[in-house]
């Protein structure tokens, strides 16, 4: 096995994590933000915060043995958000808001906020940088060079995080730009130099993607010229998610002097390497799994490189802080877990050498038989479904509707608190949850709209939901993960085959459908998404996983119709997510995610409209897998990214409703706005197929915000009926 090498003077430490959590064990940051976005709290209350969380941080991680502390993965919002200012991409529409930053993150009352997606095939969700002509690179090294003080302060010396040239462009769509952000680089090299910084460290997570030769020479390119600074800190690029492929003999060639490897997603490949560290992602930062011992260590003693480090696969910030804090799960599930601060020991065991087999290895999920497939028998063409549906629902021109959740209050909460502390019982419970759902019934109708939601008020989240009434899955009481900004899941944890012991949301649809002679939704996540938003089993082909989940599924859909529901959305926004990085990959992953959504929704009747929903999630790119879903209606998120989607669903032949409000803005979109992205989507698809509805779900909304929001979008749809009307 390649030797271990100690920390010295030039060399890389030992043992390192590529991120850490940054919202607070108990999400301090998310309500710091919350409280600074109200303007309960200032400024200067929410930076002193953030500077608490990294300083937990730092002490946590040295206290547990580890070697090399990174810095500047720390975000109040989001790090590619922070790599734009870092290189003065700021639009200059932002420049004068109160606070720029924020007014790019969620919009204002007269700005719309950045693009948002997802990144790579993770639910952590990106700013996506605007690049333009009229845009002028130009340092400000302020955050970095402030958390590198901050941590000598404190007495850490860190490697400051930085997202690396190749990928922020690649991203923003500007890569033609790389001269100019090279030479920001080159100052920020300088800068750190400057301030003592021994190594430095640029994530391009974009490389294990498939790269074009132009890309591929871009990476060369970077990191010749960035190596060739005569003094700058010693180079770490890292790389995640993935295999680096053809990426890697490019890197291999300049003078950087570590690269990063996972080895958990990828594999060590054959490139000669002895020149240079190896970076050794052999713990998970993806999964909750502990790691096995002797798969770790066979695969750094196959590393043949000049120092080998261990490392997480990629930043724990997509995993929760500790297992310690959760006292609820199984003890016989939780031995088997690690989550950020269990990783590192691991990391730091790894790097010592001690690893002395403590921890389980093989398969981490609880298997037993699994049941037999179930046979779907599959609905009629689309057509004949449109038709049936059209006599039965009588909806009107441009149905309008939302995607399914309505705010979450504080009362809601508190209530939901209650419960679970058992100062408030079941019958008091459902009582205030029913009379939500009355509520946001009678606004809807008030409103206008046609097509009604309960607005899930029983539902924490849209995934854990599911998994407390399924038999398979556990939930945690701390284990929150940064979606995006303030938002924060708590992924269920899929430990063991999948099955439904009874009806979940049958109750409360059926209860709003009582209020109302317009039809109603029953509210469905689907299953790859379930899959997708939890930590799961690594016992099985995920395929097999969410086929599983799938049949749990298919029987709600069936119990939703029995009990009268005419339409049933069940939703995949996780369909772009799990796409592979690597385009040889995608079409298997595509065929068996569509077959898995087809069978979670084979029961329903030819008269049951089925509705699914997607967002912030370029789908834009997988429009035949959307289509190939046959859901009668897709409603998708179109507002936030300008509607760029609208370009590419001229052959979509279903049911369509682009988004034409950002929900995960506060901003209201004004009458006339909506007015002209509805226009857009009426010259892009027959009339006939087109719905009126928000970019997603509003429960991050103020009901405020919403009626507001909603009462626009109904003034906007009836304009263009209106229209559309005097055209006939």
């Known amino acids: 096995m390649s030797a271990f090498f100690p920390s010295s003077p030039g060399s890389f430490p030992a043992s390192t994590v590529l991120g850490y959590p940054r919202i607070g064990p108990r999400r301090e940051l998310k309500r710091a933000l919350e409280s600074y976005w109200d ?24 206290e547990l043995g580890l070697d090399g502390l990174p810095s500047n993965t720390f975000s109040l919002y989001d790090q590619m958000l922070d790599t734009a200012v870092l290189l003065g991409a700021v639009p200059a529409r932002y420049r004068d808001a109160a606070d720029p930053y924020f007014a790019m993150a969620r919009g204002t009352d007269g700005l719309a906020p950045l693009r948002m997606t997802k990144w790579f095939d993770t639910n952590y969700h990106y700013i996506v940088p605007e690049i333009g002509p009229e845009t002028v690179f130009k340092l400000d090294a302020a955050k970095p060079l402030a958390e590198v003080r ?8 860190t490697r400051p995080v930085v997202v690396g040239p190749v990928t922020f462009l690649l991203l923003g769509s500007a890569l033609d730009r790389l001269d100019e952000v090279l030479a920001c680089y080159e100052e920020l090299l300088a800068a750190l130099a400057a301030e003592g910084v021994a190594w430095a460290q640029f994530d391009e997570p974009a490389l294990v993607g498939d790269r074009t030769p132009e890309e591929l020479a871009a990476v060369r390119t970077a990191y010749e ?67 096995s011992p002797e798969r770790a260590l066979a695969a750094l003693g196959a590393v043949r490189a000049a120092q080998v480090v261990v490392s997480t696969s ?41 690893f002395r087999g403590s921890l389980p290895a093989g398969p981490h999920g609880l298997s037993v038989a699994l049941p037999a497939p179930v046979v779907a028998e599959g609905r009629g063409p689309y057509a004949g479904r449109a038709a049936a549906q059209k006599a039965h629902l009588r909806l009107p021109a441009l149905p309008i509707t939302t995607i399914g959740s309505f705010p979450q209050t504080g009362e809601l909460r508190a209530a939901r608190a209650a419960l679970t502390a058992g100062t408030l019982n079941q019958e008091e419970y459902e009582r205030r949850v029913e009379a939500e ?61 999948v099955s439904r012991p009874g009806p979940i949301t049958v109750r409360w649809s059926t209860y709003a459908q009582s209020l109302t002679d317009r039809p ?47 339409i049933v959305q069940v939703d995949e926004p996780a369909l772009r997510e799990l796409l592979p990085l690597r385009r040889a990959a995608q079409d298997d992953y595509l065929e068996w995610a569509v077959a898995a959504y087809r069978r979670a929704t084979s029961g329903a009747s030819d008269r049951t409209q089925i509705h699914t929903h997607l967002c912030y999630s370029d789908a834009d790119q997988i429009l035949a897998a959307i289509d190939g879903l046959d859901a009668d209606v897709t409603t998708i998120e179109s507002a936030r990214s300008g509607a760029r989607i609208l370009g590419t669903v001229a052959a979509f032949g279903r049911g369509l409703g682009p988004g ?69």
């Open 39 to 62: 303007g309960r709290a200032t400024r200067a209350e929410l930076d002193r915060v953030g500077a608490e969380i990294r300083e937990r941080t730092w002490h946590r991680l040295a």
């Open 150 to 157: 901050q941590a000598r302060e404190l007495g850490y010396e």
């Open 225 to 291: 010229r960035l190596g060739a600074l005569g003094t700058r800190p010693a180079l770490f690029v890292a790389s995640y998610f993935g295999d680096l492929g053809e990426s890697l003999p490019e890197l291999a060639a300049t003078p950087v002097e570590a690269i990063g490897i996972d080895l958990v997603r990828g594999r060590m490949p054959g490139v000669d390497l002895r020149g240079k560290t190896v970076v050794a992602g052999v713990v998970s930062g993806r999964d909750v799994w502990r790691t």
């Open 314 to 354: 990629c930043s724990l910030q997509h995993v929760p802080y500790s297992v310690s804090d959760e006292p609820d799960l199984a003890p016989e599930l939780k031995e088997r877990l690690a989550f950020a601060e269990e990783k590192v020991a691991e990391v730091v065991a790894l790097a010592r050498a001690d």
């Open 437 to 497: 759902i009355e509520h946001a019934i009678r606004l809807q109708e008030r409103l206008g709209l046609d097509v009604l939601v309960h607005g899930e008020p029983e539902r924490n989240d849209m995934v854990q939901y599911f998994a407390e009434h399924l038999d398979g899955f556990a939930v945690t009481r701390n284990g929150w993960v940064q979606s995006y900004g303030s938002r924060c899941t708590r992924p269920p944890i899929l430990y063991g085959d």
């Open 520 to 566: 109603v939704k029953g509210m469905l996540t689907g299953p790859v998404t379930i899959v997708a938003w939890s930590f799961v089993r690594d016992d099985l082909p995920l395929r097999d996983v969410v086929f599983q989940v799938a049949d749990a599924v298919r029987e709600e859909v069936r119990d939703l119709e029995a009990a009268g529901l005419s």
């Open 660 to 728: 034409v409000y950002d929900i995960h803005s506060p901003r209201v979109p004004g009458v006339e706005e909506i007015e002209e992205l509805l226009s857009r989507t009426v010259a892009a698809l027959p009339a006939e197929r087109v719905w009126a509805n928000p970019d997603c779900g509003l429960k991050t909304r103020t009901y405020e915000q919403v009626e507001a929001a909603l009462t626009n979008v109904v003034t906007a749809t009836r304009r263009i009926r209106a229209e559309l009307d005097a055209q006939a």
